[in-house]
């Protein structure tokens, strides 16, 4: 399976655009005209029609991006490996409403709606193993492009529009609402770009509307900042939906940033902190762990790594054999913990490495900038691979508290 890109590999290898003014043809005599640049015009790119199929990257009951391979190679720490097949359900009792992060690599500004290689990966990687649990729904969405965000973080002036897309997303909203609801329990999924606009979904649109809110199970607003006041719940980004602090909760949501345990978040990170609004820190729920401590989560990893932006990630076992599936689970080895540290509120990530056993003793994630760890995006690129089977069991106890129904004690 192709990964996607991120940032780092964008600022690092993505050539510049090269668009310059025309030239008049030189008259004789006359002194030589040099090419000027221009700035960069794109015409504007259609609004998404949401009523038409082929606008969404995923739907229920189509061979898509969300359809793609689930199979895992399960790896102990002693080194012996077994397959875990996956199944999707084929009648879920809930919804799962996904929003894609910053993966485009249109050279626009705001991204084009043809579904790329980027945007299946991201979704086969983040959104399709929810399948076993929930219908998929993920809007194709007008996004900020990765193209954009270079320049952003470079200085360099920019058109993208946000709006823009929180537009796109919300019209996807109510599409999904009046077309596919029906009166079901859905949960919002959402990672970087997408968890923030899911954000403002939900406080601009969702808490104002009582049956929406009714029906919201939970938001998993992964990889962005989400304000709650310090030492309170309500009053921050949203004012009716608190964090979720048991399993059982519902109509709450889980937003975290993860760093690693050992390289805590540098002063000019982005991630973990509300810098801009005193009394606000950054609220951090883990699902593996929502009323806190440090526990062993369920890791599932794509196979390959993490991305073109990140490291290559070696063997898995030191004697070479290849992973022939597109994820591994490792038992054991990924721990995670929600901490405070130097005013960052953020998910602690630890590598519980044993060199006397044949299993790898790291994992790659952080971002790579002309081959520098950057610190301050912590281990961005993995922020819902750490949590995966976490996210996806905690989103089927949420839902049967949500329908009041006991869940079996044997998938409890």
């Known amino acids: 399976m192709r990964q996607w890109l991120t940032i780092g590999a964008l600022m690092a290898a993505a050539p510049a655009l090269a668009q310059t003014t025309a030239v008049p043809a030189p008259v004789a005599g006359a002194p030589a005209v040099q090419a000027v640049p221009a700035a960069p015009v794109y015409a504007p790119i259609p609004a998404p029609v949401y009523t038409n199929d082929d606008a969404w990257l995923c739907r229920p009951g189509r061979k898509d991006a969300c359809a793609a391979d689930q199979t895992v190679t399960v790896i102990q720490a002693n080194g012996r490996r077994s397959i875990a097949r996956f199944k999707a359900d084929p009648q879920p009792a809930y919804d799962c409403f996904y929003v894609y992060p910053t993966v485009s690599l249109d050279p626009t500004p705001n991204s084009d709606l043809n579904i790329g290689d980027e945007e299946r990966a991201v979704a086969a990687s983040q959104a399709a193993r929810f399948t076993s649990k929930c219908r998929v729904y993920a809007p194709m969405y007008r996004q900020v492009t990765l193209t954009a965000l270079r320049d952003m973080l470079a200085g360099k002036a920019t058109q993208a529009d946000r709006r823009l897309a929180f537009l796109d997303v919300q019209a996807a909203w109510y599409d999904y609402w009046k077309r596919s609801n029906g009166g079901r329990g859905v949960v919002l999924i959402g990672h970087s770009q997408g968890a923030g606009i899911l954000k403002q979904l939900v406080a601009d649109t969702i808490e104002q509307n009582p049956d929406m809110r009714r029906n919201m199970i939970a938001a998993y607003l992964i990889g962005t900042n989400v304000a709650v006041p310090a030492g309170g719940e309500l009053g921050g980004d949203f004012k009716r939906t608190k964090p979720c602090r048991t399993t059982d909760q519902f109509g709450c949501f889980v937003s975290y940033a993860s760093f690693r345990a050992d390289s805590p978040p540098p002063a000019n990170s982005r991630f973990g902190v509300i810098a801009d609004r005193p009394g606000m820190v950054a609220a951090c ?89 950057a610190k301050e995006w912590g281990l961005h690129l993995i922020d819902m691979p750490v949590e995966m089977g976490n996210l996806v069991s905690l989103s089927e106890r949420q839902a049967a508290a949500w329908r009041g129904t006991p869940m079996p004690a044997s998938r409890r």
């Open 285 to 373: 729920t883990n699902p593996a762990a929502l009323g806190g401590g440090k526990v062993v989560s369920d890791a599932i990893f794509g196979a390959k790594g993490a991305g073109l932006a990140s490291a290559p990630m070696g063997p898995w076992t030191s004697d070479g054999a290849p992973v022939t599936t597109p994820f591994v689970s490792v038992p054991g080895l990924i721990s995670t913990e929600c901490v405070s540290n130097g005013g960052f509120n953020y998910l602690a990530v630890t590598v519980n490495a044993d060199p006397k056993d044949p299993r790898t003793d790291t994992i790659v994630g952080d971002v790579m900038i002309n081959g520098m760890v």
